[in-house]
């Protein structure tokens, strides 16, 4: 192969590159990790080259076999990279070359790498994206799956983290399900516009060679082509989208996070993680630590990073392409890496996490969760509502003071306060019919909860 000295754009140079601008120039660290799609646009390209009358069909069918054989030897190990090279792009070219010769410099036209390096991230992000919608779709399975177990799992609802109305567990599990299905369709929705085929855009003015880009197009599995070569070549708008939706995923996943780290503490006690998905302390024997959920709610601030640097880079470039895009991969790949790590940590975690109803239900009984229950009780009895909210608050006022709940206050206090109230306020104000009684849609009643999971499954299906 060209060794890092012989540079295949040497012609118009008369020095060797300093070695340390090789060094900088090179992007084969990271974007090595594309040479299955980069070999994948080459074939197709090299087939439609052939089929078009641009090389020979013996040529275009010598590149052909001798990518298979370079993709076989990387899958392999058998073949290693070149650190020197300056890109996939060109460590895939110099191998071929040296394996099959001539034809090997035929591959290259009609093409730039700044078209190639926008097919190969494209395919490389559209196969991401398949593998993080997959991820998505088992953890919004697994809270639903948890979910159907506690359907009548009475806890607090907060506000300002401070408890507020009762709800269930379950229902309190299906925001966050809502939240992910969100995600998954802005993924989808991303995954659209990353669905078009760049090759063909040439450097920016696109090419004399009578190529066919459709062809191209479907071999590689695209949707469609791109539309103008100066946009084909110098868009990342799809990296941006995708890393956008991924931040809001991390946020959603860090929220969660935040939660479970919270249910966890001896102040709440709500769930436990399992053993295998908690860590200890290296002093304090008894300590057992939430880490997975603190490392989720760190990594959403890295991978609103990776979104920043991205928006950064392109803000200032003119049209078309400009090197400051070879650092799109970098973050754009982090953003990937890191949420396939989140999900795919989170998702047993969440399953194996043992869930203390008792702890629910007792927090449930302290905080006056019941009190609009308690005003609409009046309110039901002709009660204008705000007259209802001022009794309450003088009852609840009244319990604080007795250090009792509204539960356990005697009838004869209620009474003093309305001549309305009457034995059935007890059943009114109990926490589990507080709930059945929210039956509206989307409210936690149990009947409410399993079509919001129904509802949830056929979504995702
Ligand atoms: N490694 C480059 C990148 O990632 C490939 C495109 C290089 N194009 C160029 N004109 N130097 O952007």
Known sequence: ??????????????????????????SIRFDSRMFRQDIAGSCAHAQMLGDCGIIEKSESAAIIAGLKGILADMESGKLVLNPEAEDIHMFVEAELTSRIGDAGKRLHTARSRNDQVALDLRLYLKDETKEILFLVRELITTIADLAEQHTRTVMPGYTHLQRAQPITFAHHLMAYANMLLRDLQRLEDANKRMDFMPLGSGALAATTY???????????????????????????????????????????LSRFSEEIILWCSWEFKFVELDDAYATGSSIMPQKKNPDVTELIRGKAGRVYGDLQTLLVMMKGLPLAYNKDMQEDKEAVFDAVDTVKLCLSTFIPMLATMRVLPENMRAAAARGFINATDCADYLVKKGLPFRDAYKITGQLVALCIEKNCTLETLPLAEYQALSAEF????????????????????????????????????????
């Open 210 to 252: 009578p190529i066919n880009r459709k062809q191209v197009c479907d071999l590689l599995g695209f949707a469609d082509i791109t539309q103008n070569s100066l946009d084909g070549v110098s868009d990342r708008d799809f990296a941006i989208e995708l890393t956008s939706a991924i931040s809001i995923l991390m946020m959603h």
């Open 422 to 461: 009457a034995e059935d306020v007890y059943k009114a104000i109990s926490l589990e019919e507080c709930v059945l009684q929210r039956k509206a849609e989307g409210g936690p009643a149990p009947e409410s909860v399993e079509k919001q999971i129904a509802y949830i499954r056929t979504a995702i299906a």
């Open 1 to 26: 192969m060209a060794s890092a000295n012989q540079k295949m754009w040497a012609g118009r140079f008369a020095k060797e590159t300093d070695s340390r601008v090789n060094d900088f120039n090179s």
